[in-house]
């Protein structure tokens, strides 16, 4: 599964992908917005320091203006994923950008329905936002379940992007399900990191390695 971070934070960015776990980045104008500064600066820094796909949405909710500021995000790269949003004019913008050789990933989506539409409209990603529905009383897990076997019963080559994401367990449960790709914030990704027992063992380690050292020192 392919492991995505969800943010504009350069500092970020630099510290996991130097880490070799990131294969891509999902930005959207809220996370752009978050960190303030010139945003068509850190959209070039970002696609220069990824090497896999990033994702940068438009803002526009028209059909012209997509594709007028989807060709744009593309100069900044050839990896540059068009970002559009599960609307009627977003999946006609999706087939037109679909033809031309540029991938889409179809951002929120919060049913199977549209998922299926979007594969239909030729998205390389899906993004289901499984948290917004978890923080309404669904399970948002279900929801790629659901998306997943539409997927596999059709063969459609869309790739399942799991975003929304709130907590590590949330990236286990995609990966037992199949999902292709999870794209998180930086404090779930260092979560995952980090585990108790794993602290515990290394100061016992090294706990036991300086009490060698010093036993040795007496010795001589």
């Known amino acids: 599964m392919k492991i995505f971070l969800d943010t504009a934070n350069i500092q970020d960015i630099r510290k996991y992908n130097d880490m070799g776990l990131l294969d891509g980045i999902t930005t959207n104008p809220s996370l752009l917005a978050k960190e303030g500064g010139d945003p068509h600066a850190a959209m070039e820094e970002i696609t220069r320091i990824i090497k896999g796909d990033v994702s940068l949405e ?5 059909y012209d ?3 007028e500021e989807g060709k744009k995000l593309r100069e900044y790269g050839d990896h540059v994923v068009v970002k559009c949003p599960m609307t009627g004019d977003g999946l006609k913008a999706c087939k037109s ?3 031309q050789g540029i991938p889409v ?4 989506v919060f049913s199977a329905n549209q998922a ?3 594969a239909k409209a030729g998205a390389k990603y899906v993004s289901p936002f499984i948290g917004r529905l978890d923080d309404i009383g669904h399970t948002g897990m279900d929801l790629i379940r659901e998306i997943k076997q539409v997927f596999v019963n059709y063969d459609f080559k869309t790739e399942i992007l799991v975003a929304s994401v709130r907590h590590p367990q949330h990236v286990v449960d995609a990966a037992k ?3 292709d790709v999870v ?4 404090g779930v990704l ?17 706990s036991d390695w300086e009490k060698l050292q010093s036993e040795l020192s007496n010795k001589s």
């Open 65 to 67: 203006g997509m594709m």
């Open 183 to 186: 794209t998180l914030p930086a």
């Open 116 to 118: 299926l539409l979007a």
């Open 97 to 99: 950008f679909s033809e």
């Open 58 to 62: 438009v803002v526009s909710t028209d």
């Open 105 to 108: 990933n179809v951002t929120l």
């Open 190 to 206: 260092a979560k995952m990191l980090g585990h108790s027992l794993t602290d515990k063992g290394l100061k016992a380690f090294l």
């Open 177 to 179: 399900i199949g999902a």
